[in-house]
């Protein structure tokens, strides 16, 4: 035999037998990604490898269940109805009440839902200390009702003034 040849057979080993090692790993990686129920007493890689097509097909099929579950809960909940249908106009009033102020909102649902959260800011950067928030759903939308108290001073607070500010913060129903 000639070296030629020689050093062809040596390549073509250490080539197959990198080839065997990356495959090892990959089979490996692949096996560690399985759950057991699907790799337990296997030992050949063709049994890690239907294993795994198996572990996808109950996947796949645990999406599709998951995603219909999904789209019936939607429709016993009227989510889809209510975000499609015009919702409730938004509109916001402010009373008076035992040392503090009634601020009742009623808004849709959606793109132009209330954030919660800016009224209330709102409210304790103009001096009220909110004591009690119910939100009620309706048809459309929410009717929130907040209760607050004037921290310091009752008359640092104007009714008519707390209006216009929850106008601009609530969001038209345009």
Same mark, same amino acid.
């Given at each position: ?20 090692? $990356?495959? /090892?790993?990959?089979?490996? =990686? !692949? ?9 337990? +007493?296997?030992?050949? *890689? ?33 989510? $889809?109805? /209510?975000?499609?249908?015009? =919702? !409730? ?9 035992? +040392?503090?102020?009634? *601020? ?71």
């Amino acid at each position: 035999m000639s070296k030629d040849s020689e050093k062809k057979k040596m390549m073509h080993r250490d080539t197959e037998r990198q080839r065997r090692q $990356e495959m /090892a790993a990959l089979c490996a =990686s !692949l096996r560690s990604l399985l759950p057991l129920e699907y790799i337990k +007493g296997k030992r050949a *890689v063709s049994e890690h490898v239907d294993g795994a097509v198996n572990h996808i097909k109950d996947l796949q099929k645990r999406t599709e269940e998951l995603s219909v579950k999904r789209d019936e809960l939607k429709k016993l909940s009227g989510f $889809e109805e /209510a975000s499609s249908r015009n =919702s !409730l106009p938004t509109s916001s009033v402010v009373r008076p009440c035992f +040392g503090g102020f009634e *601020v009742m909102i009623s808004t849709g649902i959606g793109v132009q839902a209330l954030r919660l959260s800016r009224v209330l800011k709102l409210l304790l950067e103009e001096g009220l200390d909110v004591v009690n928030c119910i939100s009620t759903k309706v048809d459309g939308g929410f009717i929130h009702t907040i209760q607050s108290q004037v921290i310091n001073d009752l008359t640092s607070v104007d009714a008519y003034t707390l209006q216009q500010k929850l106008n601009e913060e609530v969001p038209s129903s345009s």
